[in-house]
Structure formats: structure tokens, C-alpha cells
Nanobody, 121 residues
Framework: QVHLVESGGGSVQPGGSLRLSCAASGTIFTVYQMGWYRQAPGKQRELVALIEKPGSTNYADSAKGRFTISRVNANNTIYLQMNNLKPEDTAVYYC???????????????WGRGTQVIVSS
């Protein structure tokens, strides 16, 4: 089994910053793509940012220029630095990872339980 644990959420005023962390642990052979998604009340879960094992990244338009995703492969950990936060960034942020648990097994998608981000004055 693989567990993803997010941390770093909280409440912040518009224009503020937060840094989210997500650590993968458990039966891990290789972690491939990792990413952040978010879900606001009454809305569908949406992509925020992705990062591949070699380090290439992909961002939602809403995140470009404000958010930065990074990764430490040795620790199976990713981060999301969020700057210039806006009220519309308010959501539960979920970590996702594509993990091969054992050699020869197909990679499996895992999700964290989420961390709440509230942007409000």
C-alpha cells in the first residue's frame, strides 16, 4: 500500500503565499508522475500542476506564473509554492502519484486525503 500525506494548507489573505507538501510512503519501487489537484465547493476536481520524475512540469492556466511545483525524488516528496493567492484558489488541494509498488507491477494511481486552502480577507 502507498500513502500520500499532504500538509501546509491553511488560511491566508489575498496576495499571500502558502507552500504545500506531499510525501509518498509505503511499498514503493518507483514514483512516476506526481501532481496537485484541487476541488472547490460545488465544483469538480481540477488539475493544478504536474511534475514528472525527471522534473518536467505542466500547469493549469490558473496556476501559471503564481504557483511552482517541485520535487525531491529521494524522498518521494513534492511541493507546491503558491504565491499571490486569490479567493478563487480556495479549495481542498489533493496530491496524486503514479506509483509502481514492485518491479513488474503496473503503476497505480494514489491520492492523498487533501489539505484545505482558504483565501479570504
Amino acid at each position: 500500500q502507498v500513502h500520500l500525506v499532504e500538509s501546509g494548507g491553511g488560511s491566508v489573505q489575498p496576495g499571500g503565499s502558502l507552500r504545500l507538501s506531499c510525501a509518498a510512503s509505503g511499498t514503493i519501487f518507483t514514483v512516476y508522475q506526481m501532481g496537485w489537484y484541487r476541488q472547490a465547493p460545488g465544483k469538480q476536481r481540477e488539475l493544478v500542476a504536474l511534475i514528472e520524475k525527471p522534473g518536467s512540469t505542466n500547469y493549469a492556466d490558473s496556476a501559471k506564473g503564481r504557483f511552482t511545483i517541485s520535487r525531491v525524488n529521494a524522498n518521494n516528496t513534492i511541493y507546491l509554492q503558491m504565491n499571490n493567492l486569490k479567493p478563487e484558489d480556495t479549495a481542498v488541494y489533493y496530491c496524486n502519484a503514479d506509483v509502481r509498488s514492485k518491479p513488474g507491477q503496473r503503476p497505480t494511481d494514489f491520492w492523498g486525503r487533501g489539505t484545505q486552502v482558504i483565501v479570504s480577507s
